[in-house]
């Protein structure tokens, strides 16, 4: 029987700026419970990412070229429902949460938060 203590998540980051898929990466990085699976820089190439890789965890900015965070969060629960999936954003207002929330997002954050997201990605995954 695995040891699940030791499993590690695989997390894919789909940002489309560079500065700040660096900064996750990072920080991800340093915790040895969390894998980098792969990262892109819009929603369409998160899109095929996500279809190829299948991560534990789906990080997915909000504004972003080619499709918006809310458009693969979509995709990708409706193809699969269990997906977990951290929605982060600059300009978080009540109608996003709420469609996120519908859509079946398990997480929402404000990019001001950004700090918090490797604890909420283990707390997701647990």
């Keep these: 029987m695995p040891d699940e203590s030791k499993r590690t998540v695989r997390v894919l980051i789909v940002d489309d700026e560079p500065d700040l898929r660096l900064l996750l990466r990072t920080m991800l990085s340093l ?13 369409g190439r998160g899109l095929e990412l996500y279809k190829e890789l299948r991560p534990d965890v789906l990080v997915l900015d ?4 080619v499709l918006e965070g809310l458009e693969v969060a979509a995709r990708v629960l409706a193809e699969d429902p269990g997906q977990l ?42």
């Design 31 to 43: 915790d040895p419970r969390i894998e980098i699976a792969g990262e892109a820089g819009d929603g």
């Design 62 to 65: 909000q504004r972003m070229p």
């Design 85 to 126: 999936i951290v929605l982060i954003s600059a300009y978080l207002d009540d109608a996003m949460r709420l469609e996120a929330n519908d859509l079946g997002v398990r997480s929402i954050m404000g990019k001001q938060h950004i700090e918090e997201i490797g604890a909420e990605i283990l707390r997701l995954a647990s």
